[in-house]
């Protein structure tokens, strides 16, 4: 009853208030779910930030199967939010057929950039730029010269991630040797902190001590047990430093929550188009906090501030995976 | 009378399994401070308040009835499938195939062209679990389930790197061509002037679900083969002195359980995505094993069982959609459904069971 009630004065509000628009944002996390300490996480805070410093309300949902996809979008879109903000690339196919049915709306989505759509937001952040930075610390900070990256799902975003890791260790070291291992073929890949666990183990007796764990939540099964082996591990997404204070090496940052806090920030004006955040945008970088400053010599601080200029300038020039479906250093 | 009445065993068991499985989910809804009223009330007409809704509950509800079919005839010989999962994604890969290497004339055409490749696919998937339980005695639960995450890792395989169009991000094949599109159930209505939302994903493969249910029921309780099939699963011995060959049964069972799973692609891949995507089945094959255990295993069962999942799942995406009642809790609600109408289906059974054996005894 309490709903109904509530639902016809809210009717009778909004038919009093319309002309008024009263757009609430709308965030759409991934099927990793809302608490998975890395990527939808961090969109979440993003969010819970600018409604902790505006008193805004924000609408989300958690997706649970591909055909809600579209289904959320043109829900929120009925309801009048505004702008929906959307994560993962998987959302860039019921994008396009959703957005155009919809054009007084915006949408934002966070790892698409090639869509078309004039209403569309589309951010995507050069992973392989910071992951170049996190491997080049690995690198310096290894003692057997072997470092290990342990991905989620095996897609070919987190062999992006794999891939400009491998680079600045080779940067570091040209003979360094990067251990490779994706956890799995389906979705649950990125929330199996067991398994990341047992991959972490195994590179550990193939002589890695610095692994880098790009896998959503299965990642916290991989700085757990690194930490627990005496051996350095490196986050991602989120600054993941604290987890493990002096033992994690530092953390490959996604500023997913700055692109949604910015998105909702700007509301329904936000701008649309196409934006690539890297390291001139500090869209990602290298985590250097309280818990890690003992780790980061002021070599590898040097060496690594010196790789992201360069990066920058484009003396240093990563390789994307995205160019040929390849990786120049390290196979898949 | 010994025994209790068929309509006991067909609707009131079930009935009453589902009635306590709402009462408790109802306790919970209580103990996170919302009202279950209200949320019942979203679910209803999230699900079936609507055209839209419909639209939804139709599309999960087809894929159950596939998967569900398929656990259902492989439970008649004493078979439990686990596979359907690794099944159906391997159907999708056969529809993928045939969507997107073969050019089409026309949608009806390709319904028939790409669900036969999607029942091949998923039956070869099935052969040879089956093989090895018929002749060699590898137990058919242990590698069905097994077989699930084998074709997950070749669906992964294919679909990042063969068939992912070049640079795409995205980890799907390319759309299908438009010829393929199966029509809507809007499409199909509208022509007889019955008003369904565009928006909704229940397409033609419903009709073949609901035909594939009645040719099943033709099968298991008309036909020849299906009295070998039930006979075997009663007593493999006494299938075995009729003349009954377990390989052969075991075999063909299998064969058309792994194909009515393959089935599913048609509506998931074909109708919905039209295009593969890497997570596309989205346990639907776990789900049909509760499907058929609460269908008990008759068509009719399955196709009723399998529109109740289906408002389920769309019932609870409205409520997260509308609520701020957490998606964990929707799981919650469906594992206690599950619960009581597939694995505690004894508990309310043998009450019942003995309920009607003294009322008979009281009569006679």
């Known amino acids: 009853m309490t709903f109904l009630k509530s639902f016809l004065s809210t009717a009778a509000t909004s038919a009093l208030m319309a002309g008024a628009a009263i757009a609430e944002p709308a965030l759409i996390y991934d099927l990793g779910g809302k608490f998975d300490k ?9 969010a819970e930030r600018w409604a902790k410093e505006t008193g805004g309300q924000f609408r989300e949902i958690e997706l649970k199967s591909e055909a809600q996809r579209e289904q959320a979008l043109r829900r929120f879109a009925e309801a009048g939010a505004n702008p929906i903000i959307t994560m993962g690339f998987a959302m860039a196919d019921p994008l396009t057929s959703v957005a155009p049915d919809y054009p007084n709306t915006k949408f934002v989505v966070v ?4 869509i078309e759509g004039d209403n569309i937001r589309q951010i995507g952040f050069a992973e392989h730029e910071g992951s170049y930075l996190v491997g080049l610390l690995a690198e310096m900070a290894s003692k057997s010269g072997t470092v290990g990256f342990i991905g989620g799902m095996d897609v070919p975003l987190i062999r992006q991630f794999g891939c400009g890791y491998a680079q600045g260790a080779k940067a570091a070291n040209p003979d360094a040797k990067i251990i490779a291992n994706m956890t799995g073929t389906t979705a649950s890949a990125w929330n199996d902190p067991v398994k990341g666990s047992e991959l972490a183990k195994a590179q550990i007796s193939q002589g890695a001590d610095v692994i880098y764990a790009a896998a959503g939540g299965t990642g916290v099964g991989v700085l757990q047990t690194a930490a627990d082996e ?9 600054n993941q430093n604290y987890l493990h204070p002096g033992q994690v090496l530092t953390s490959m940052l996604k500023r997913v929550d700055v692109a949604v806090y910015d998105a ?17 945008e500090d ?3 290298y985590a250097l906090d309280e818990y890690n400053a003992d780790l980061i010599t002021p070599e590898m601080k040097a060496a690594v501030d010196e790789a992201r200029a360069k990066i920058i300038s484009g003396e240093i020039k990563v390789a994307s995976y995205y160019d040929n479906d390849n990786c120049p250093v390290l196979d898949f | ?26 306790l919970v809804i209580l103990g996170i401070g919302e009202d279950p009223v209200a949320a019942v009330k979203i679910m209803v007409s999230g699900a079936l308040g609507s055209t839209l809704g419909w639209g939804y ?13 398929a656990v259902a005839v492989a439970f008649h010989a004493r078979l439990f499938n686990i596979g359907g999962e690794g099944q159906a994604m391997l159907g999708g890969l056969g529809v993928a195939v045939a969507c997107l290497y073969i050019p089409w004339p026309h949608w009806s055409l390709a319904l028939i062209g790409a669900g036969t490749l999607a029942a091949l696919f998923g039956a070869a998937w099935a052969a040879i679990p089956a093989w090895l339980q018929a002749r060699r005695g590898s137990h058919i639960v242990i590698t069905t389930i097994m077989f699930n995450f084998i074709a997950a890792s070749v669906l992964n395989y294919l679909v990042v790197d063969i068939m992912r169009p070049k640079g795409a991000r995205d ?5 299908f061509p438009d010829s393929v599109h199966l029509p809507t159930l809007h499409e199909l209505l509208a022509p007889i002037g019955v008003p369904f939302s565009k928006a909704g994903p229940a397409n033609v493969s419903l009709l073949v679900a609901v035909a594939a249910c009645l040719l099943i029921w033709l099968l298991i309780w008309r036909s020849r083969l299906g009295y070998e099939i039930r006979a075997y699963g009663h007593s493999e011995t006494g299938a075995l002195y009729a003349g009954i060959s377990p390989v052969r049964i075991t075999m063909i069972t299998m064969l058309i359980s792994g194909g009515l799973a393959g089935m599913m692609a048609i509506n998931n891949v074909m109708g919905e995505a039209e295009r593969l995507v890497l997570n596309a089945t989205e346990e639907a094959g776990f789900i049909g094993i509760a499907v058929a255990l609460m269908g008990r295993s008759h068509p009719l069962g399955v196709f009723l069982a399998a529109i109740l999942f289906g408002f389920l799942y769309q019932g609870g995406a409205e409520l997260a959609l509308m609520t701020q009642i957490p998606s964990e809790l929707i799981v919650v609600i469906q594992a206690l459904v599950i619960l009581f109408t597939g694995a505690l289906d004894n508990m309310v059974r043998m009450p019942i069971e003995k309920l009607f054996v003294t009322l008979g005894r009281m009569r006679a």
Do not use: C, H, Q
Not at chain 1, 111 to 114: A, F, G, L, R, S
């Open chain 1, 38 to 46: 890395s990527f939808n996480e961090a969109a979440f805070n993003g």
């Open chain 2, 57 to 69: 509950t139709l599309y999960y509800a087809t894929n159950f009835m596939f998967t569900g079919l």
């Open chain 1, 230 to 238: 005496n051996i350095l591990s490196i986050g991602v997404d989120s």
């Open chain 1, 111 to 114: 790892d698409v950039t090639w």
């Open chain 2, 1 to 26: 009378m010994d025994k209790m009445p068929k309509w006991a065993d067909v609707v009131l068991i079930p009935l009453i399994s589902l009635i306590l499985a709402t009462a408790i989910s109802a």
């Open chain 1, 264 to 280: 909702m920030k700007a509301g329904d004006t936000v701008e649309t188009g196409v934006f690539i955040l890297g390291l001139a």
């Open chain 2, 171 to 175: 980890t799907a094949t390319a759309r």
């Open chain 1, 283 to 285: 869209g990602v970088g």
